[in-house]
Nanobody
Framework: QVQVVESGGGVVQAGDSLRLSCAAS????????MGWYRQPPGKPRELVAT???????VYASSVKGRFTISRDNAKMTMYLQMNSLKPEDTSVYYC???????????????WGQGTQVTVSS
């Protein structure tokens, strides 16, 4: 059974920092691309950043230079360091993990339950 669990959300003021974590767990899994997405109130879910198992990263233009995505492959854990937070960063942040099971090439996508980030002005 695969589990994806986020943590680290909260309420902060503009200019503050937060660090989100996402841990994947399960037996005989190979984790590929991991990513953070967010869904502001009344808007569709959008990409924040992704990282593959070689450390190659992609960022949304709105967060580039302020957010840093990283991962620990041995722990199957991903992080999002968010600096210089703005009120428009307020959203539910979701972790996405793409993985395969050992012995199979079929790729699966799992989502975490989401963690709320609220930035007040």
């Amino acid at each position: 059974q695969v589990q994806v669990v986020e943590s680290g959300g909260g309420v902060v003021q503009a200019g503050d920092s937060l660090r989100l974590s996402c841990a994947a767990s399960g037996s005989d899994i190979n984790v590929g691309i991991m990513g953070w997405y967010r869904q502001p109130p009344g808007k569709p879910r959008e990409l924040v950043a992704t990282i593959n198992d070689d450390g190659y990263t992609v960022y949304a233009s709105s967060v580039k230079g302020r957010f840093t995505i990283s991962r620990d492959n041995a722990k199957m854990t991903m992080y999002l360091q968010m600096n210089s937070l703005k009120p428009e960063d307020t959203s539910v942040y979701y972790c996405n993990v793409e993985l395969t099971f050992q012995g199979s090439s079929l790729q699966y996508s799992y989502w975490g339950q989401g963690t709320q980030v609220t930035v007040s002005s």
